[in-house]
Structure formats: C-alpha cells, structure tokens
C-alpha cells in the first residue's frame, strides 16, 4: 500500500500586514481495494500544484478519491474541499454545521468573528491584529467558499459510516468544535493522522498548560487530547510537521513509501 504526504503553504495576515505562510501537510494513501484516500486536504492557495503532486506522484487523479478524512474545517486543512467529485467526506456532524453557520453568515455578508467569538471566548489567532482575528479566516470563505460545497457527499463520524477496517476514527476535542483524528494500523506501524490536535513535533516540548501559541477553542479540552496522544506508539502523521516516529521524533523525509514496510 503506497502512502505519503503532500506540503503546500497557508497565507495569512500577519500583525505588521504582511503575508506569513505556513507550511500545511495531507496524508495520501492509495489502496488497491478502496483506491485513493486523503486525510485533510491542505490550503486552499496553490490548489493547482497540490492536485498536479497528486497526479505525478501517487497517479491519484481528483475523480479516482473515493474517501477523504478530515480532522476539522480550518481552512487551512480543508483547502481542496469539492475538488473530487467521487468522494464522500468523513467529519463529525459539529464541525461541518458550525462551518456551514460560518459560511453562510459570511455570504450574507456579515463578520463571522462574532460567530467564533460567541462560541468560545479563547477564540484567537497568533499573528493577526486583535481588531481583526479572523481576517485570514474571513478572507478564504470569500475567496474560496462557494454553494457546491454545501452539497457534497458527507458522512458523519457521530452515524458510525462504512470505511476500512484498518481505520479507526478518534475523537479529539479541543482545538475547534469537535475535531477528529484518525489511526491508520498496519503491520509495523500504525499512523496517526493529527491534524491540529497535535500538529507538530514541537508539542512535546511544550508544558502540559501551555496553549502553544495557536487558536484552541476549549483549552482544557485540548490539554486532555494532547495529553492521550502523548502515550501514541507509531507514527504521527500531523497538520504542520512532516510525520514522525513518536519514540525519537525523528521525521519521515520522504514522501513517497511503503506504509507497510517498517520505515522506522
């Protein structure tokens, strides 16, 4: 079974009004008998180049995906979201409501940060005036969003949906409204795909309080999450890091291999 990841770049507005980047990360699996399978779907900027690394890397065009698996509705993590018109997207029901609220107030028009406000007073973004927290949010449903996106094919963690055995869904809440993360178990190793629930190696050297320097909707929530993940034996597989092997944190740098052989 051939896996690997893909990298593309978030934009945001920085507090000088500057453009920062980030670097955002998808897992790709292509199995002979559920075919292609995407876990996160990376940003919305470069969406060309992150569906031409599909093609000539794994040879996974956008109607040979039949699953994809998302840890939560950040933009930045749901960037190619209606480019593949054969799959269903796997979320909990919360996420995908709470966007769609998120949507439509802003195609009426409105200022989705006092929906954000309203639903958690931690709401914050590292690097954008206080004034303005939710530009670089606001700015890609505009650019990105339109009403397709209400109907694509959804299945809900919360009904229980039909998907390989080898995957098992696990709650993960804290960092938004109800993120998921996902255990891939193979042979040797078994992957765990993050998201922003543990996004990146640094999390291991940061204090069990400490909120990282990033947006965690319920704080508490979000320590207990973190907290689980910390005993995880595998390969994490998170939003903003390439994967790592959790005994030595040592990075997966290539991004092309063979999950079922023993990379580690």
């Known amino acids: 079974m051939i896996g690997g990841y893909i990298v593309n770049d978030f934009l945001f507005k920085q507090k000088d009004g500057s453009i920062g980047k980030i670097k955002t990360f998808f897992f790709v699996i292509k199995d002979e008998k559920f075919g292609a399978i995407l876990f996160d779907l990376g ?19 956008p109607e040979d995906v039949r699953l994809v698996f998302l840890t939560h509705m950040h933009p930045d993590h749901v960037g190619l979201l209606g480019k593949f018109p054969n799959a269903a997207y796997v979320t909990s029901r919360a996420e995908l409501e709470f966007f769609f609220k998120l949507a439509r107030k802003m195609r009426e028009g409105g200022r989705i940060v006092y929906i954000l ?56 809440p804290g960092h938004y409204v109800f993120p998921l993360a996902y255990k891939v178990k193979r042979r040797h190793h078994d992957f765990l795909v993050t998201g922003d629930s543990f996004s990146s190696r640094v999390v291991f050297q940061q204090e069990l309080d400490s909120m990282n320097n990033e947006m965690q909707m319920f704080p508490k929530e979000y320590i207990m999450t ?10 994490f597989v998170p939003g903003h890091d390439r994967p790592f092997y959790s005994k030595t944190l040592r990075s997966l740098r290539k991004n092309i291999f063979d999950i079922d052989e023993k990379l580690f």
């Not at 690097?127 to 397709?148: K, V």
């Not at 973190?226 to 390969?235: D, E, L, M, Q």
């Open 43 to 61: 940003s919305p900027y470069y969406q060309d180049n992150a569906l031409n690394e599909l093609k000539n890397k794994f040879g996974i065009l």
């Open 117 to 172: 406000r309203e639903a958690s007073s931690n709401y914050k973004m590292r690097y954008m005036n206080p004034e303005d927290d939710d530009d670089s949010l606001q700015d890609c449903l505009e650019t990105f969003w339109d009403d397709r996106m209400f109907d694509l094919h959804y299945m809900f963690y919360d009904d229980n949906p039909n998907i390989p055995e080898w995957i098992e869904i696990i709650p993960a």
């Open 226 to 235: 973190k907290t689980r993940f910390f005993s995880f034996n595998g390969i």
